[in-house]
């Protein structure tokens, strides 16, 4: 049986959510990466630090854009 492991480097930014499985500690940490505050991560190898913290920032560019989209009424019928 072969191990099946994908290397965060190789997972570009725009699919970086469709491979993230939410656990209670891990949003968590991707709150308090995404707060004002500094945070420093600590952990082994391999253990996810990379991949919370390329979470984070796609969360917060999704987040970005979101507030930057401008919600325009329908347009009536002009006369």
Same mark, same amino acid.
């Given at each position: 049986?072969?191990?099946?492991?994908?290397? &965060?480097?190789?997972?570009?930014?725009?699919?970086?959510?469709?491979?993230? #499985?939410? &656990? @209670?500690?891990?949003?968590?940490?991707?709150?308090?990466?995404?707060? @004002?505050?500094?945070? #420093?991560? #600590?952990?082994?190898?391999?253990?996810?630090?990379?991949?919370?913290?390329?979470?984070?920032?796609?969360?917060?560019?999704?987040?970005?854009?979101?507030?930057? &989209?401008?919600?325009?009424?329908?347009?009536? &019928?002009?006369?």
């Amino acid at each position: 049986m072969s191990d099946f492991k994908i290397r &965060t480097e190789t997972i570009k930014s725009s699919k970086i959510l469709d491979y993230f #499985v939410e &656990t @209670n500690e891990d949003r968590e940490i991707i709150n308090k990466l995404k707060s @004002n505050s500094p945070v #420093v991560l #600590v952990g082994s190898r391999g253990v996810g630090k990379s991949f919370l913290l390329k979470v984070a920032e796609a969360e917060l560019k999704r987040d970005i854009k979101k507030q930057n &989209t401008i919600h325009r009424p329908p347009c009536e &019928t002009h006369r």
